[in-house]
């Protein structure tokens, strides 16, 4: 009897975890909208995921995530509702892609770079940043 309390309990705890596994971007365009969808919900682990992992993309995505985190609640709550609007996107050739998009809050154009590496396909934040 006790056996069987165990295996329930076990099983009660790891279908109530809210733990998803992140799947690695099939192409471009996905990873684009997964970081950026990511960044508009301050799912910065999630955002981290699908970016590259150098050190000015880091630093850059730490920024984001003090200004994110310095809204107000409402701010905040607009950031997470707002739908992103795509404005292009160029692929520079078969392992790097620029998706330029606003979003419905602060419509501010932006831009990021994807590019295809051993991990799969990945952000490069920092050119949003480091180009004009």
Known sequence: MRLISLVVLI???SCSSKQVALLPAENAFDAGREFI???LKGDFTKAAFYMV???K???FLAVAEKEYRQEDKEGRQE???ASINLEKVEDLDKAESIIYFSNSFDKKPQKIKIIKTNQGWLVDYKFSFLTP
Do not use: M, P, S
Request: aromatic share 6%; hydrophobic share 40%; charged share 40%.
């Open 57 to 59: 993309n880091q630093e």
């Open 53 to 55: 992992a150098d050190e």
């Open 79 to 81: 950031l997470r509702t």
């Open 37 to 39: 969808d990511a960044k």
């Open 11 to 13: 099983f009660a705890i």
